[in-house]
């Protein structure tokens, strides 16, 4: 798999699935993750989620598993740190570090009210000739990657109406859902939710990037939902996501910490 393509199945899989857990007050849930292509398992990831009262902090890891191994070793972490409001998750701060063979890259996003109001990217991000540059307003009312899908519903219809805002310390993407199915999820019974999703990049990235332009205009994504106890939060259980090279699986199985 070329590394651009499995960087932005990362970031992909990252928008959809990392989020672990249910928000009952001072407990503790372990998420485990796997994101597969062609069948095989190409990465693998643990996310730990505590939850007291409004308040929730998650900590994971992630790391290239199977083929993608042998090709190119990929490793890294995530932390957030944020409260539950009436729409979801706001986030206060986001930190993800990632090393993919010799490269290595820091990102620290810290929010106010769900705005960003500072980004640190170490290595600082290169300046590029062509670039569609962060506009003013682009970074208000956004999630970062882990937070950006667990969403608060009064019901499972409200869940496929809603345009997921993330902004990854770099990129600003839309994830736009369209319903598909009510149940029709093994094990979670009837409550479960399939969206459809359209990936809708908004800024800061190259207008020529091909494997971009395939997300956004041919690739099927589908993204499944489920309850998280009575909380009323719907996350991501499990989606498939088609890129240039094939489609990439992302599958969650949550255990109780």
């Known amino acids: 798999m070329a590394n651009h393509s499995r960087q932005t199945a990362y970031y992909l899989a990252a928008c959809l699935l990392f989020s672990a857990g249910a928000a009952n007050a001072a407990e503790i849930y372990t998420g485990e993750y796997t994101?597969?292509?062609?069948?095989?398992?190409?990465?693998?990831?643990?996310?730990?989620?505590?939850?007291?009262?409004?308040?929730?902090?998650?900590?994971?890891?992630?790391?290239?598993?199977?083929?993608?191994?042998?090709?190119?070793?990929?490793t890294g972490s995530s932390s957030f740190a944020g409260r539950i409001g009436p729409q979801g998750v706001i986030p206060a701060a986001f930190n993800t570090s990632y090393k993919s063979g010799r490269k290595s890259q820091r990102t620290s996003i810290t929010f106010a009210d769900g705005n960003v109001v500072k980004t640190v990217n170490t290595p600082p991000t290169k300046k590029r000739r062509r670039w569609i540059?962060?506009?003013?307003g682009d970074l208000s009312a956004v999630s970062d990657p882990i937070s950006a899908t667990l969403l608060r519903v009064k019901s499972p219809a409200e869940i496929c109406t809603r345009t997921i805002k993330v902004y990854d310390g770099e990129m600003r993407a839309n994830v736009v859902l369209g319903h598909i199915s009510t149940g029709d999820v093994p094990g979670y019974g009837d409550e479960a939710v399939t969206c459809s999703a359209k990936f809708v990049p908004v800024s800061g990235y190259r207008p020529d990037s091909s494997s971009l332009a395939y997300l956004k205009n041919q690739s099927?994504?589908?993204?499944a939902f489920a309850p998280l106890g009575k909380t009323g939060i719907y996350a991501p259980v499990y989606a498939t996501v088609g890129t240039k090279i094939g489609t990439v699986t992302v599958t969650a199985r949550r255990t109780k910490g």
């Open 133 to 136: 540059p962060l506009r003013a």
């Open 220 to 223: 099927k994504i589908t993204i």
């Open 35 to 74: 994101v597969s292509y062609l069948g095989l398992p190409i990465a693998r990831s643990t996310f730990t989620s505590t939850f007291n009262g409004d308040q929730v902090r998650i900590n994971g890891s992630v790391s290239s598993a199977g083929i993608a191994k042998i090709f190119d070793s990929t």
